[in-house]
């Protein structure tokens, strides 16, 4: 079996700040992910990744760049942190097209604005 | 508005009782899925089910697929305090390589 490794868990960051989240995975899957996941609410994409190198742009790219470098890491910066933004951030990877394949998560990474 | 939407915000039900979750989605879609996710945790794919078929099965759970209403339900039977979780419907309704979540339903299991 696989997994999906997001660091940092928790980050905590400044207004204004550029912070970076990274994420591995060892499925040798072709397709990366990222959601953000608001308190209580479902999942929103950000970006997502078919191939190394590749990025398209999700309903919430807005404020945030992403980078897939290799094959099994898939990068996700925001570009300037909000005041008393407070979200959990989850990448996934897919083998293939999402209507024949489970997406597989990591645990999040939480973060905070202070 | 979401393209997929659980129907309810949160359930609790008692330990041995059966639950059922319900969604709808608003567009033609290739597939369904059902996923959970426990505190803490990313979530975790149940069942995954096709618009060609009416029901999947996996131990407890079933989950059945109405394509005329739009609508999908998914049914734990026997329930346990561990089913105690988020459940979320999601679908590829908008292209095949991105999968829209519902807001979720938020299922307490009692002892």
């Known amino acids: 079996g696989g997994i999906i490794t997001q660091t940092p868990k928790f980050l905590i960051g400044q207004e204004g700040q550029k912070l970076t989240l990274k994420c591995q995975q060892n499925?040798?899957?072709?397709?990366m992910y990222w959601y953000r996941q608001d308190s209580g609410k479902g999942l929103r994409l950000i970006y997502y990744?078919?191939?190394?190198?590749?990025?398209q742009k999700g309903d919430l790219s807005e404020g945030y760049d992403a980078s897939r470098e290799k094959k099994s890491s898939f990068s996700l910066t925001v570009t300037s942190a909000q005041k008393n933004e407070m979200a959990v951030f989850l990448c996934?990877?897919?083998?293939?097209?999402?209507?024949?394949?489970?997406?597989?998560f990591g645990h999040g990474t939480k973060l905070s604005v202070l | 508005s979401q393209l997929a939407e659980e129907n309810s915000w949160a359930l609790s039900v008692h330990e041995g009782e059966s639950v059922t979750v319900n969604c709808s989605y608003k567009?033609?879609?290739?597939?369904l899925q059902w996923y959970r996710q426990k505190s803490g945790k990313g979530p975790a794919q149940l069942i995954l089910?096709?618009?060609?078929?009416r029901e999947k099965r996996n131990g407890r759970l079933r989950a059945t697929l109405d394509t005329s209403s739009q609508s999908s339900s998914l049914s734990i039977t026997a329930t346990r305090c561990e089913d105690t979780a988020v459940y979320f419907c999601?679908?590829?309704?908008?292209?095949?390589?991105?999968?829209?979540f519902g807001s979720g339903t938020q299922l307490t299991v009692m002892p």
């Open positions: 996934a990877s897919s083998g293939g097209q999402i209507s024949n394949e489970r997406l597989f």
């Open positions: 089910i096709r618009s060609n078929e």
């Open positions: 999601a679908t590829d309704a908008s292209s095949s390589w991105q999968l829209i």
């Open positions: 567009t033609s879609i290739t597939a």
């Open positions: 990744s078919i191939t190394e190198n590749d990025l």
């Open positions: 499925f040798n899957h072709d397709t």
